[in-house]
């Protein structure tokens, strides 16, 4: 072969295949997200998935999605794009895009707006029609910060370790 290869991966892919393998360190039972920063230069700044805050046990907190509130993880889970933000090699992410598996609640959002990223690259917006979602993109549009859905090109990356 005397030319380059034409599969390899485009930005897009690699990053959000990179968000897709981080959310797999997630020990939640019901919903692993990651998420992938990366720069203007397309390097790779922070990564993050949801899990519990430094020191709390995974298995002292509940991962329940019902019951009393306290009883549930949502009052304690930190979110792959906050990790993601607050495990960056950078102290400056503006300009930075974030690649999501799911479209940023409003509490996300708020961290990355405030970080100065630009854009938001999410693979899944399948919770549109709650209002944690809907106040998102209100946000978005009022801080001019864009967003835009990935379309896979491919329907899968094998990844082996032998």
């Known amino acids: 072969m005397t030319g380059k290869r034409s599969d390899y991966l485009s930005w897009d ?12 360190r997630s020990k939640d039972p019901n919903t692993q997200v990651g998420a992938c920063l990366a720069n203007e230069q397309n390097r790779i700044v922070g990564v993050g998935y949801n899990g519990f805050p430094l020191g709390c046990s995974d298995d002292d907190l509940p991962w329940s999605r019902k019951g009393h509130y306290l009883e549930t993880k949502y009052p304690y889970v930190c979110h792959a794009e906050l990790n993601a ?15 999501v598996a799911l479209f940023p609640c409003n509490e996300c959002t708020k961290v990355i707006i405030q970080s100065g990223i630009h854009e938001i690259v999410y693979l899944s917006d399948k919770y549109k029609h709650t209002d944690p979602v809907k106040a998102s993109k209100i946000m978005l549009d009022k801080s001019n910060t864009s967003y835009r ?9 094998l990844l082996s370790f032998r």
């Open 13 to 24: 892919e690699y990053f959000m295949a990179v968000a897709l393998l981080s959310g797999h």
């Open 149 to 157: 859905q990935f379309i896979p090109a491919r329907d899968s990356i």
């Open 85 to 99: 933000v607050l495990n960056s090699i950078s102290c400056d992410l503006r300009g930075c895009r974030i690649y």
